[in-house]
């Protein structure tokens, strides 16, 4: 399995860590960006995703994972995470 993950919950794509972590409906999933959210029955579909992606996970999931520099972005405003 890999060792980070995505799921969506809370209205946003969140990455998790597998090592940590396992989604579950109705249980509540600490994410990479801190946020604890509750996976749902719909947010646990295949292929049924939706919401917007959290950035600040997407940062952090490419610190984690080592990325250049260059392929990280800073973090964003939360005015720009909200979009």
Do not use: K, N, S
Request: aromatic share 10%; glycine share 6%; hydrophobic share 30%.
């Amino acid at each position: 399995m890999q060792r980070y993950l995505w799921q969506q919950a809370d209205g946003r794509r969140h990455a998790y860590d597998t090592d940590a972590e396992r989604p579950a409906v109705g249980q509540p999933l600490t994410t990479l960006c801190g946020a604890t959210v509750t996976p749902r029955t719909q947010d646990m579909a295949p292929g049924m995703w939706f919401d917007q992606t959290c950035w600040r996970c997407d940062r952090e999931w490419r610190v984690r994972e080592g990325f250049p520099p260059e392929e990280i972005p800073a973090l964003a405003t939360e005015t720009e995470d909200a979009r």
